[in-house]
T-cell receptor, first 114, second 110 residues
Framework: DGGITQSPKYLFRKEGQNVTLSCEQN?????MYWYRQDPGQGLRLIYY???????QKGDIAEGYSVSREKKESFPLTVTSAQKNPTAFYLC?????????????FGPGTRLTVL | AQRVTQPEKLLSVFKGAPVELKCNYS??????LFWYVQYSRQRLQLLLR?????SIKGFTADLNKGETSFHLKKPFAQEEDSAMYYC????????????WGAGTKLIIKP
């Protein structure tokens, strides 16, 4: 299970603050993903990266930002522009970004806005 | 519109009974279909996928293109099958990104 890690497990943020969620993988995967999970809903894609120094917006990118400076790291910043940031955030990686490649998930970070 | 629908939020069956978790999809092309599972206090993980045509932990899923369904089945449920199950699809129309259903919580009663 140490292949993909997320930190912290729980995160509390005051309104107006930016926070950064960490995602690291040692699987030598090219592709990495950030999802948001809300109660009663499926996962929704925030951002994804197919290769280092490149990333694309997902379905709900507004209010979020990412970087992919290293292959093993894909941090997600939740900015103050995100109006409803309280959610469970999942990071995933796959060998490549293809139809058949399996995505492997981290344990998640639960973000709560106070 | 591309969509995955899991009509049951909760499914409760007795141990030894058959299980069927429903998944319907709306997609214009030919997607790849997946079932992911999350056991209590564990990570979300792939259970099986259509392209592999495999049986994992006794579960199978058949793609029915006519009914646009990919239901997950197991003939005899076991207590360790209790988990959250998600159906997902991926294809060219979704830019090869996964589109997820809302999930079904499966509870196996002893």
């Amino acid at each position: 299970d140490g292949g993909i890690t997320q930190s912290p497990k729980y995160l509390f943020r005051k309104e107006g603050q930016n926070v950064t969620l960490s995602c690291e993988q040692n699987l030598n995967h090219d592709a990495m993903y950030w999802y948001r999970q809300d109660p009663g809903q499926g996962l929704r894609l925030i951002y994804y990266s197919q290769i280092v120094n490149d990333f694309q917006k997902g379905d709900i990118a507004e209010g979020y930002s990412v970087s992919r400076e290293k292959k093993e790291s894909f941090p997600l910043t939740v900015t103050s522009a995100q109006k409803n940031p309280t959610a469970f955030y999942l990071c995933a990686s796959s060998l490549r970004d293809s139809v058949t490649d399996t995505q492997y998930f981290g344990p998640g970070t639960r973000l709560t806005v106070l | 519109a591309q969509r995955v629908t899991q009509p049951e939020k909760l499914l409760s069956v007795f141990k030894g009974a058959p299980v069927e978790l429903k998944c319907n999809y709306s997609y214009s092309g030919s997607p790849e279909l997946f079932w992911y599972v999350q056991y209590s206090r564990q990570r979300l993980q792939l259970l099986l996928r259509h392209i592999s045509r495999e049986s994992i932990k006794g579960f199978t899923a058949d793609l029915n293109k006519g009914e646009t369904s990919f239901h997950l089945k197991k003939p005899f449920a076991q207590e360790e099958d209790s988990a959250m199950y998600y159906c997902a699809l991926r294809g060219m129309d979704s830019n090869y990104q996964l589109i997820w259903g809302a999930g079904t919580k499966l509870i196996i009663k002893p």
